[in-house]
């Protein structure tokens, strides 16, 4: 039977709190007393961020169980084109190539090409299945017990806030703060850090926002961005191989022995596969160089495209220092229908449709 639309209650001014932590063991009892009411109400019941997070943030998706966040789902074929691009010349390489350059040549090519391939799978999956840096909405952060605080200490801004009159969060960006780079973000509805930015795709306000890359379908950002580059050198060095591979079992073949296929068919196949795979190559390595420099500078691609300076205070001392993620896609949350909440108007109160 399918749960009820529910709505997500969590006091953010005038009532009187207690609740136990529901993340910890005892996630079945949880009690609030709201001016002499009941809380929960009948008909309550726990769901964990990840399976209400369409009512509570963007159009990431999360997948086995809330452990990987991705993109959203319009960034399907991209995704195909990039994995097709790695196992179609990584397939051919192995079904014809692999063994004789294992027996003539040296095994050493093929294992190193082995491993350059699990590298970039494995370096693929981590970026796109990794929370980028996703700033929680207030809704979600006024769901979660001592989250704003935490989101406040990342971020470098003060808690969220909420009006108790229309319950919406307040704009607390000043003269000053928008001089150092802070932002107010009205989709999300909340002040952003320096060099953070909203997401079009993802439809959230992701930290030290880089690109959104559709190839990988994520956010390319702070907490994934070090997968991205190991990706992209991974990916080259593997390119550079299994194009060198080709080219040495080619001449191989060349040289009056025999081909596992006819001339012409090898001939298209190679045509097919490397041309493809020389053009994909060079593109890639012109990307990779890129990105490298965008390392050792400390910037992204949106503050270059764009033009935009960076004071040295926003800057951190490394690309490489991630942080922890924001979302609690783990962290229950209590539910409740909204019919049972009528007789309870007291506090502030986020409708999930």
């Not at 350059?101 to 093929?110: A, E, K």
């Not at 896609?329 to 049972?340: F, G, K, N, T, V």
Request: charged letters at 10%.
């Amino acid at each position: 039977m399918a749960a009820p639309s529910a709505e997500v209650r969590r006091d953010v001014s005038a009532v009187s709190i207690e609740m136990t932590d529901v993340s910890s063991s005892n996630k079945s009892s949880a009690s609030l007393h709201v001016q002499g009411s009941t809380w929960p109400p009948p008909g309550a019941y726990m769901k964990r961020v990840h399976e209400v997070w369409p009512q509570l943030g963007g159009r990431n998706r999360f997948l086995c169980g809330g452990r990987c966040v991705t993109g959203p789902r319009h960034d399907f074929w991209f995704t195909c084109c990039a994995w097709s691009s790695i196992v179609a010349p990584c397939a051919f390489y192995y079904a014809f190539c692999a063994r004789d350059l294992w027996v003539q040549l040296s095994p050493l090519l093929p294992i190193l090409t082995a491993a350059l391939a699990v590298l970039s799978i494995l370096l693929l999956l981590l970026t796109a299945c990794t929370d980028p840096g996703i700033i929680p909405r207030p809704q979600l952060q006024c769901a979660i017990h001592g989250l704003p605080l935490q989101v406040a200490q990342v971020c470098g801004t003060p808690p969220v806030q909420v009006d108790p009159t229309t319950l919406q969060p307040i704009n607390p960006l000043t003269e000053e703060l928008h001089a150092a780079g802070y932002r107010w973000c009205p989709t999300c509805q909340l002040m952003r850090p320096p060099r953070a930015s909203h997401c079009r795709e993802c439809d959230n306000c992701v930290l030290r926002f880089d690109h959104h890359c559709p190839f990988v379908n994520n956010c390319v950002a702070q907490r994934n961005y070090p997968y991205f580059v190991g990706f992209l050198v991974s990916t080259g060095l593997l390119g550079l191989a299994v194009f060198l591979g080709m080219g040495l079992w080619s001449s191989y073949i060349a040289g009056d022995h025999k081909a596992p296929i006819s001339a012409a068919a090898l001939r298209w196949v190679l045509i097919g596969i490397g041309v493809p795979t020389a053009s994909l190559l060079v593109a890639l390595l012109g990307l990779t160089t890129f990105h490298v420099w965008l390392t050792c500078h400390g910037r992204t691609t949106k503050e270059v495209f764009t033009g935009r300076q960076v004071n040295a205070v926003a800057k951190p001392p490394s690309w490489f220092e991630r942080g922890s993620s924001l979302i609690c896609a783990h962290e229950s949350l209590m539910m409740c229908p909204p019919a049972a909440l009528q007789p309870q108007q007291a506090g502030a109160q986020f409708a999930a449709p």
